[in-house]
């Protein structure tokens, strides 16, 4: 089975002075502004790297769910947050790691079941198989 979901993107003008616009096929975004200030000098508003953190930490609390689901858990909570790391060097600039910070309740859960389940899902998830970048995973379970 092959499910297919579109992203698109318009970009008008220089690299600096131009400006982007940014949809999903779902039309959750519809012509999202973003622009060189936004992806690179800190301003306001959204960028490629934010939806990629983004989508990684969906895709990974859901893979999460499955991975708990697996052990016979439920969680009642997951809440990912995903760092994407941004670096330049002389030959441009490349996405070099993305950190996933995750706090989970999940009830009669262990510590070693929730630990193996998260590094199972930070390794199965599809969107990290997708990166050339480490991956590193920092995980909680509350009680």
């Not at 990684?56 to 760092?83: K, P, V």
């Not at 330049?88 to 510590?111: K, M, N, R, Y």
């Not at 199972?120 to 990290?128: I, L, M, R, T, Y």
């Amino acid at each position: 089975m092959t499910i297919k979901k579109t992203g698109s993107a318009v970009w008008q003008g220089g690299l600096k002075d131009g400006k982007g616009q940014v949809s999903t096929q779902s039309g959750v975004l519809k012509d999202v502004p973003y622009n060189f200030g936004q992806r690179f000098e800190g301003a306001a508003g959204s960028n490629p790297e934010e939806l990629i953190g983004a989508a990684h930490a969906s895709c990974f609390s859901m893979a999460l769910s499955l991975m708990l689901g697996e052990a016979g858990l439920t969680a009642e909570r997951i809440a990912t947050e995903a760092t994407v790391s941004l670096e330049q060097d002389d030959s441009g600039f490349t996405i070099t790691a993305v950190h996933l910070d995750t706090v989970a309740s999940i009830p009669g859960a262990d510590e070693a079941a929730f630990q193996d389940a998260a590094n199972k899902a930070k390794e199965g998830c599809p969107v990290s198989k997708l990166f050339n970048a480490s991956i590193t995973l920092s995980a909680k379970l509350e009680a």
